[in-house]
């Protein structure tokens, strides 16, 4: 059999100008008809499925990292008076109380409005003027609220609406990236005030996390 039998038994005769063509699939033609229709069903589905799991474990880590950031926040600021709250290491520093008006702010537009629709006007300005000096304990209750409003929000978040553009703060993104910038913008501030603390409280400051085990405390 020549190299020209062998082209037309496996590819189908070949074409003028020598290209060689593969020979139509017929209906039901095993795997070049209802087979390959299958196994394309079959991949789409499993491409779904692996989809809704990174979706739910996304969600499911961000909602740990905001509890875990409020946590912190809650522990430091927790340890503090009044007067430390609302002290600034310098002049052109922000005390704890002007950095938890900006988170409040900022999860406001971000989460609470951009995230979950409720209607939120912020002024972001006024966040960085000290004003009346709020007590520690009204700071806590409010701040601790907001962090309740924030889980909602991110529980019932539609997995389906992740990749959707909204426009926030003059920034279009899709919500999953409003989301990382809304985690990542209050564990940056979260990170800020537990410093302001420990450099207050000194040997006084109380962690609000300890290694459970060897391996934990190596790293």
Partial sequence: MQRGDLEEVFFGKTQRGGSVGLLPAKKGNGAFGQSDKKAKNLHLKIERRDNMEIEVEFL???????????????????????????????????????????????????????????????????????????????????????????????????????????????????????????????ELHAGQIAYVSKFLLNEKYQESWKPASAEQGSA
């Fill in 60 to 186: 499911k880590e961000v909602g740990g990292r905001f509890s875990h950031a409020f946590g912190l926040i809650a522990n430091a600021v927790g340890q503090l008076d009044d007067r430390q709250i609302w002290f600034r290491p310098s002049s052109h520093s922000n005390s704890i109380g002007i950095i938890l008006q900006h988170l409040t702010g900022n999860l406001n537009q971000w989460v609470l409005d951009g995230l979950g629709g409720k209607n939120y006007k912020r002024n972001r300005p006024m966040e960085f003027r000290e004003g009346a000096r709020s007590a520690k304990e009204e700071i806590l209750k409010r701040f601790s609220q907001l962090g309740e409003s924030v889980q909602e929000v991110i529980s019932h978040f539609r997995r389906e609406a992740l990749l959707e553009q909204r426009r926030i703060q003059g920034f279009d993104q899709t919500m999953l990236a409003a989301i990382i910038a809304a985690v990542t913008h209050l």
